[in-house]
């Protein structure tokens, strides 16, 4: 499978601002995933100059499926968007694989999406790190890096909504508000504030949230195995 994410993927692009980011999924032959040399990602970039990449550049991204099963797993937020993504590319394998979301879902997942809000945050406001080596023009205009801060409204958002009804919506609901972070429509203390409610509501969607506690290993194991065979078998 494949799909386009970042902030197209959300609903806030800027065309004349942003690249292209592709991800996607492969299985790779039995000896790169059972031998000596395994293999578990695909990267390539047409930009990686100073400054950033521009609105015509492409950066891919390919995990092996084990890869990003081990990452949706553990609720890392960019792993589980594969899940609610318009797909560019599928096949009967992802399809397959793709019908069983539930597995992957617990509510400790909220962790990992507070988390990575949370420090953004913090290297937002300066207390972590540096803000961002690359858009320094946001910083000197706005006063703050305004496309870090609309990635920090959405991760909030996505953490509430994903407690809540076991989904991530792609694009976002709010796909206007994050726009209008993103030009720099709200201060600093704004977005720090609505930061903080969203957070609020994440954690008690999360108190209520009618996903498990944890997530069905054995049920990812077996769905891993017979995914893997099937594709293998039917290649041969």
Same mark, same amino acid.
């Given at each position: 499978?494949?799909?386009?994410?970042?902030?197209? /993927? &959300? @609903? /806030?692009?800027?065309?004349?601002?942003?690249?292209?980011?592709?991800?996607? =999924?492969?299985?790779?032959?039995?000896?790169? =995933?059972?031998?000596?040399?395994?293999?578990?990602?695909?990267?390539? *970039?047409?930009?990686?100059?100073?400054? @950033?990449?521009?609105?015509?550049?492409?950066?891919?991204? %390919?995990? *092996?499926?084990? +890869?990003? !099963?081990?990452? /949706?797993?553990?609720?890392?937020?960019?792993?589980?968007? #594969?899940? #609610?993504?318009?797909?560019?590319?599928?096949?009967? *394998?992802?399809?397959?694989?793709?019908?069983?979301?539930?597995?992957? %879902? $617990?509510? @400790?997942?909220?962790?990992?999406?507070?988390?990575?809000?949370?420090?953004?945050?913090?290297?937002?406001?300066?207390?972590?790190?540096?803000?961002?080596? &690359?858009? $320094?023009?946001?910083?000197?205009? #706005?006063?703050?890096?305004?496309?870090? $801060?609309?990635?920090?409204?959405?991760?909030?958002?996505?953490? +509430?909504? %994903?407690?809540?009804?076991?989904?991530?919506?792609?694009?976002?609901?709010?796909?206007?508000?994050?726009?209008?972070?993103?030009? @720099?429509?709200?201060?600093?203390?704004?977005?720090?504030?609505?930061?903080?409610?969203?957070?609020?509501?994440?954690? /008690? $969607?999360?108190?209520?949230?009618? =996903?498990?506690? !944890?997530?069905?290993?054995? !049920?990812?194991?077996?769905? =891993?195995?017979?995914?893997?065979?099937? #594709?293998?078998?039917?290649?041969?």
């Amino acid at each position: 499978m494949a799909c386009i994410g970042g902030s197209q /993927a &959300h @609903g /806030a692009k800027l065309g004349e601002t942003d690249d292209t980011d592709w991800y996607g =999924l492969y299985i790779p032959p039995p000896h790169k =995933l059972l031998g000596l040399e395994r293999e578990e990602h695909f990267v390539f *970039t047409t930009g990686g100059e100073v400054g @950033g990449n521009g609105p015509l550049d492409v950066d891919v991204c %390919l995990y *092996t499926l084990t +890869k990003w !099963a081990g990452l /949706a797993a553990k609720g890392n937020p960019s792993a589980l968007h #594969f899940f #609610f993504m318009p797909l560019q590319f599928t096949t009967k *394998t992802w399809d397959y694989f793709s019908t069983r979301p539930e597995i992957f %879902l $617990a509510k @400790g997942h909220v962790e990992p999406f507070l988390g990575f809000a949370n420090d953004q945050m913090k290297r937002l406001l300066g207390q972590k790190g540096q803000k961002n080596v &690359h858009r $320094a023009e946001l910083e000197n205009k #706005f006063g703050y890096d305004t496309k870090y $801060a609309m990635h920090i409204v959405r991760l909030y958002g996505e953490a +509430k909504e %994903l407690m809540g009804s076991g989904r991530i919506t792609l694009p976002r609901p709010n796909r206007e508000e994050l726009i209008e972070i993103r030009l @720099g429509k709200y201060t600093l203390a704004e977005i720090r504030e609505l930061s903080l409610q969203l957070e609020s509501e994440a954690r /008690a $969607a999360q108190s209520t949230s009618p =996903l498990p506690d !944890a997530v069905d290993r054995d !049920a990812i194991n077996r769905l =891993l195995a017979d995914t893997h065979l099937r #594709f293998w078998n039917a290649n041969k």
